[in-house]
């Protein structure tokens, strides 16, 4: 069982963290973080990290790698996962990856597809252009990708047209088909469940999380990272919660209202992640309700990768 990579996904405050957890402590693993945003050092309450007596329970990996002042993309993720998987393998351990980022998750198991690597001059020129015009350039140019990309989320807008520009194909063409192979990280046995839960308590799940991360400091936590360059790292900047405190901090609405808002697009960041691992990838579902505890689900899985 130890040879096994276990790839265990959900939306955001399924319970994904405890789960693997109780599952590594069962089979003896450790954790490698498939989350793109616990890369970064100091955002930590907004990304909902691992605490410090969860560390020490048990060793996770890939979290904290990065300054804020620093990149970040998913072929560096897959170098590092890669290197990770390895090390906890030859102590004789489980490597369990554990996240959201969909993008990852796919880099990891199909390899990165054929996108071209960022061009500095085009993003620049891109990045300084209004939100509108960019989103009506991709509707004309690639209504596939239009309907179903984040339009509140620049980083992605320029970087689907960076790609068009650069290559005069559609970004959604170019994405669609990723590579037919195992594993990019490992030939061997591989096992993919996605937790999730009924919509009302998901939704619940995510309100209370919301609280407590505003309760633990998000706003103050937030202010500590503006300074320390947050600003400057437009991927880190659109990380959900930190997005909109930054607007807060900046006048643009009240805190009561910032803490709804944080809610609602938490609850529809959640759908688009189920939206996605539905569409990529076999995985086993397994479907968490309240009374569920984190230990049951990781009997269920010790049981299944015993199989």
Same mark, same amino acid.
């Given at each position: ?24 402590? +069962?089979?003896?693993?450790?954790? $490698? ?29 890939? $979290? ?36 959201? #980022? ?46 179903? $990309? ?16 650069? #290559? ?22 591989? #096992? ?51 997005? +909109? ?12 209202? #910032? ?8 609850? +529809? ?16 579902? $397994? ?21």
């Amino acid at each position: 069982m130890h040879e096994r990579l276990v790839f265990l996904a959900g939306p955001t405050a399924v319970g994904k963290s405890a789960v693997a957890i109780a599952l590594a402590e +069962q089979v003896g693993g450790e954790i $490698i973080s498939v989350d793109s945003m616990q890369v970064y050092r100091g955002l930590d309450i907004g990304t909902a990290k691992p605490s410090a007596g969860e560390r020490r329970r048990v060793p996770h990996h890939l $979290i904290d790698v990065v300054e804020l002042t620093e990149s970040f993309d998913a072929a560096r993720f897959v170098g590092l996962a890669r290197e990770a998987a390895s090390q906890i393998q030859a102590r004789g351990r489980v490597p369990i990856f554990c996240g959201g #980022t969909g993008l990852y998750f796919q880099a990891c198991l199909a390899g990165l597809g054929q996108t071209p690597p960022a061009n500095p001059a085009l993003r620049a020129e891109l990045e300084a252009a209004p939100l509108a015009e960019l989103l009506r350039e991709l509707a004309a140019r690639d209504p596939a990708t239009f309907t179903r $990309i984040d339009r509140r989320n620049p980083r992605r807008l320029v970087r689907a047209l960076e790609v068009i520009r650069l #290559t005069g194909q559609p970004f959604s063409a170019q994405r669609a088909p990723w590579p037919a192979q195992p594993s990019t990280l490992n030939p061997q046995p591989s #096992t993919h469940f996605l937790l999730s839960r009924a919509p009302a308590d998901l939704g619940a799940r995510i309100d209370a999380r919301v609280d407590a991360m505003f309760a633990r400091g998000l706003v103050a936590e937030t202010e500590r990272l503006l300074a320390g360059g947050l600003a400057q790292n437009r991927t880190a900047l659109q990380a959900l919660g930190y997005r +909109q405190v930054v607007e807060h901090l900046r006048g643009q609405r009240s805190l009561a209202d #910032t803490v709804a808002l944080v809610k609602q697009r938490t609850r +529809q960041f959640a759908k688009r992640q189920l939206t996605w691992f539905r569409h990529h990838g076999q995985w086993e579902r $397994i479907e968490l309700t309240p009374d569920t505890t984190p230990d049951e689900v990781a009997d269920r899985l010790a049981h299944a990768l015993a199989e």
